[in-house]
T-cell receptor, first 112, second 112 residues
Framework: SQQGEEDPQALSIQEGENATMNCSYK?????LQWYRQNSGRGLVHLIL?????REKHSGRLRVTLDTSKKSSSLLITASRAADTASYFC????????????FGQGTRLTINP | SQTIHQWPATLVQPVGSPLSLECTVE??????LYWYRQAAGRGLQLLFY??????ISSEVPQNLSASRPQDRQFILSSKKLLLSDSGFYLC???????????FGPGTRLTVT
């Protein structure tokens, strides 16, 4: 079943610009995670934000969480060509679950 | 540090042939283990997960099976492959008390 839905499905920007991706989910969660996947590779964990947090930073990444709207956003500032990848949000389907449900992802292309 | 291995990296198999994909984790004990499948350009579908030796939870009924013969070994099998089994298979692990999952490099399976 689909839990996270990313928006947009694809995003193409110029190097140096900021990229924003959004994720909506359906059930109450205790955390939400963002992952990156380079083409043909495994996923890499980027950042986790807990339900009692509203914003979290890691380097050029900024994640926000709005539990009232059941949505999260991932902002990548000062994008680089190496940021070209697919980005997925993931949430547990219920609190305490030992598994994650991933969205369909946003494919980000950074043009030099 | 922990590492996760998957093999083979790529596999081309005829319809009706058996399948065995292996995943091993090093540097940790009693991890949760996961098998995902990813269709081209899509999100991840959880197939199986295991919270301990011999404990397998199946998420999607299909002609695949999973086994965990050792603490850090997770095997995905099929007796007879279907064309629809083609895809990118990813193994992941996490600590039971943590949320973040860590992914292997994946196996690209093409059923012909």
């Amino acid at each position: 079943s689909q839990q996270g839905e990313e928006d947009p499905q694809a995003l193409s920007i110029q190097e140096g610009e900021n990229a924003t991706m959004n994720c909506s989910y359906k059930t109450s969660i205790n955390n939400l995670q963002w992952y990156r996947q380079n083409s043909g590779r495994g996923l890499v964990h980027l950042i986790l934000i807990r339900s009692n947090e509203r914003e979290k930073h890691s380097g050029r990444l900024r994640v926000t969480l709005d539990t009232s709207k059941k949505s999260s956003s991932l902002l990548i500032t000062a994008s680089r060509a190496a940021d070209t990848a697919s980005y997925f949000c993931a949430t547990p389907p219920f609190q305490g679950a030992q598994k994650l449900v991933f969205g369909q992802g946003t494919r980000l292309t950074i043009n030099p | 540090s922990q590492t996760i291995h998957q093999w083979p990296a790529t596999l081309v198999q005829p319809v009706g042939s058996p399948l065995s994909l292996e995943c091993t984790v090093e540097g940790t004990s009693n991890p949760n283990l996961y098998w995902y499948r990813q269709a081209a350009g899509r999100g991840l579908q959880l197939l199986f997960y295991s919270v301990g030796i011999g404990q397998i939870s199946s998420e999607v009924p299909q002609n695949l099976s999973a086994s965990r013969p050792q603490d850090r070994q997770f095997i995905l099998s099929s007796k007879k492959l279907l064309l629809s089994d083609s895809g990118f298979y990813l193994c992941a692990w996490k600590l039971s008390l943590s949320a973040e999952q860590y992914f292997g490099p994946g196996t690209r399976l093409t059923v012909t």
